[in-house]
């Protein structure tokens, strides 16, 4: 045995030692990017998902408004649906949808039973599947030409001189008397009652100057009683029977009504027929 056998092990000094492999670090920033990939393309997804939803719903809509009011088939309705569209439509039920059309011809198609003016229509708990309506009402908007033309329907109403200055609905007629033509005009107060519209006279004005209806009554007897006289007009043969006007009132230079709609009118076809009037 050589005497290099024998000699002891001396271990490395500190600066010979044999340096830890460093272990190599994974880089993260591949898969962020992929995964924010990932995440736009989803979103990309849903929004391009929601837009042909909501695209279908509003077209299915506005078919089924223009048929059941009898509207013509270029008739231009806007359909609004509150929130998206897709998870209202997974659970059944559109929360609230929105119908407004300006310048609708709404009634009896094949006769001039029409009333024509802007619509809106808001509805909530609609659902998507078939059944009634939790909720409705609408609104129906008419300027003076189309109140007008509502009124020139009613017998023995002097249309062609009613105009709309808030809150009344004024008319103008000249009385006759002996030869002598008299101005006399009128402010009628618009209301609701039992679905009808009501117009009762508010004030009378004689040659520009107000008077009772007491004076004109007593100075043209039967001849005044056209300005005197509440005017009872029934809308309801304009309207589906599902729809009763509840509220009257002139707003600066246009008429405003108000409806409510029984929520049943999208599942019973009595509901959709134009209502009559006795």
């Not at 802007?118 to 909530?124: G, L, N, P």
Request: charge should be negative; hydrophobic fraction near 45%; include cysteine.
């Amino acid at each position: 045995m050589g005497a290099s056998d024998t000699l002891p092990t001396e271990p490395l000094p500190d600066g010979l030692a044999a340096a830890p492999v460093p272990r190599r670090r994974r880089r993260a920033w591949p898969w962020i990017v992929a995964f924010a990939i990932v995440a736009i393309l989803a979103v990309v997804a849903w929004f391009a998902a929601e837009a042909l939803a909501r695209q279908i719903v509003t077209g299915v809509v506005r078919d089924q408004v223009r048929t059941q009011l009898s509207l013509p088939a270029d008739q231009p309705i806007d359909v609004g649906i509150a929130g998206a569209v897709i998870p209202q439509l997974i659970g059944g039920t559109l929360d609230e949808l929105t119908v407004s059309s300006q310048d609708a011809a709404i009634g009896d198609g094949e006769s001039d039973a029409r009333v024509t003016g802007d619509m809106t229509v808001v509805a909530r708990g609609v659902p998507v599947r078939g059944g009634d309506i939790a909720s409705a009402e609408a609104t129906m908007t008419l300027d003076e030409a189309q109140l007008r033309d509502l009124m020139s329907h009613v017998e023995g109403f002097p249309a062609e001189e009613l105009g709309l200055e808030a809150p009344d609905v004024t008319v103008a007629v000249d009385l006759n008397v002996f030869g002598a033509t008299i101005p006399v005009g009128a402010a009628l107060t618009p209301s609701a009652a039992d679905g009808d519209l009501v117009l009762t006279p508010a004030s009378v004005q004689l040659g520009g100057a107000d008077v009772s209806a007491e004076e004109l009554q007593d100075r043209f007897g039967r001849l005044a009683d056209g300005l005197l006289r509440d005017w009872d007009v029934c809308v309801a043969q304009y309207l589906p029977s599902g729809v009763t006007l509840t509220g009257v009132a002139v707003d600066g230079d246009v008429l405003v009504a108000d409806f409510d709609v029984d929520g049943a009118i999208a599942t019973d076809p009595a509901l959709q027929e134009n209502g009559t009037c006795a």
